[in-house]
């Protein structure tokens, strides 16, 4: 998997899941959030490739919510 690929899967996962935060709120998409990164968990061998993206993946949703000012905890 090339990095475009994997950086796709995983800004697509970023944005469904911060839809389905206040104040989109659209709720089902947390259920849709997660297929593209297990996709790319499914697709690549290298340990450190899927824990440097799902780094990426949890800094990018904390710094959206952050910055849209939801409280996620």
Sequence with gaps: MTLRES???V????????????PFD??????FALV???LFIAKTEDH???????IL???ATF????WQ???IL
């Design 69 to 71: 000012g939801t409280d």
């Design 63 to 66: 710094l959206f919510s952050l």
């Design 57 to 59: 993946l949890w800094l």
């Design 36 to 38: 593209p990164i297990l």
């Design 7 to 9: 950086l796709f899967l």
């Design 26 to 31: 659209v709720g089902f998409l947390r259920y």
């Design 48 to 54: 450190v490739s899927i824990v440097r993206r799902g």
């Design 11 to 22: 800004l697509l996962s970023v944005i469904l899941l911060n839809l389905s935060l206040p």
